[in-house]
T-cell receptor, first 113, second 113 residues
Framework: NAGVTQTPKFQVLKTGQSMTLQCAQD?????MSWYRQDPGMGLRLIHY???????DQGEVPNGYNVSRSTTEDFPLRLLSAAPSQTSVYFC????????????FGPGTRLTVL | AQSVTQLGSHVSVSEGALVLLRCNYS??????LFWYVQYPNQGLQLLLK??????LVKGINGFEAEFKKSETSFHLTKPSAHMSDAAEYFC???????????FGTGTSLTVIP
């Protein structure tokens, strides 16, 4: 998983609850990103960061917040979970000098009831 | 803007037969193209990438893909399917910055013994 760790692996929330999905890497990669994977829709980019203090929106940012206070960590926050956010979430990194390829963490499976 | 379309959400082949998974792209800039594989309950693994160095790209596990600009295609092939190839396959495209990846909806490959 290219040195990318994600916690937790599984999570069940009730509608309206908040939580933070954690993503960490220890190889000093500047670029990190979050995707959600839904059946029949592939992976869609939520937010990404090109370095500490810099974040930007992807295709589906609504309902999610991110921050990047350190190079190592890129947490994804759900402030008020909704059933539509039931999904598998993947964090990814892009190594320096790579031809834009991204490498993915093992994922977090989130269910919102 | 970039996008990819994967034709066929499910493909079945017999063990030993040719595997052909189709991907067409749309890009306003010279694209970087990728194929990823996802085994059940796992993250995504990079199979191969096109970076304009060569139109025929060889990847891991005997897979290869050919970039055809005139057809805006990047189809994935393998001469002889193996049972272990059963998985979901995703085509993806990024632009020159690599900050935003766009994935296809995926093709589930079944290998029949």
């Amino acid at each position: 998983n290219a040195g990318v760790t994600q916690t937790p692996k599984f999570q069940v929330l009730k509608t309206g609850q908040s939580m933070t999905l954690q993503c960490a890497q220890d190889m000093n990669h500047e670029y990190m990103s979050w995707y959600r994977q839904d059946p029949g829709m592939g992976l869609r980019l939520i937010h990404y960061s090109v370095g500490a203090g810099i974040t930007d929106q992807g295709e589906v940012p609504n309902g999610y917040n991110v921050s990047r206070s350190t190079t190592e960590d890129f947490p994804l926050r759900l402030l008020s979970a909704a059933p539509s956010q039931t999904s598998v979430y993947f964090c990814a990194i892009r190594p320096r000098g790579a031809y834009n390829e991204q490498f993915f963490g093992p994922g977090t499976r989130l269910t919102v009831l | 803007a970039q996008s990819v379309t994967q034709l066929g959400s499910h493909v079945s082949v017999s063990e030993g037969a040719l595997v052909l998974l189709r991907c067409n792209y749309s890009s306003s800039v010279p694209p970087y193209l990728f194929w990823y594989v996802q085994y059940p309950n796992q993250g995504l693994q990079l199979l191969l990438k096109y970076t304009s160095a060569a139109t025929l790209v060889k990847g891991i596990n005997g897979f290869e893909a050919e970039f055809k600009k005139s057809e805006t295609s990047f189809h994935l092939t393998k001469p002889s399917a193996h049972m272990s190839d059963a998985a979901e396959y995703f085509c993806a495209v990024s632009g020159d910055t690599g900050n935003q990846f766009y994935f296809g909806t995926g093709t589930s490959l079944t290998v029949i013994p």
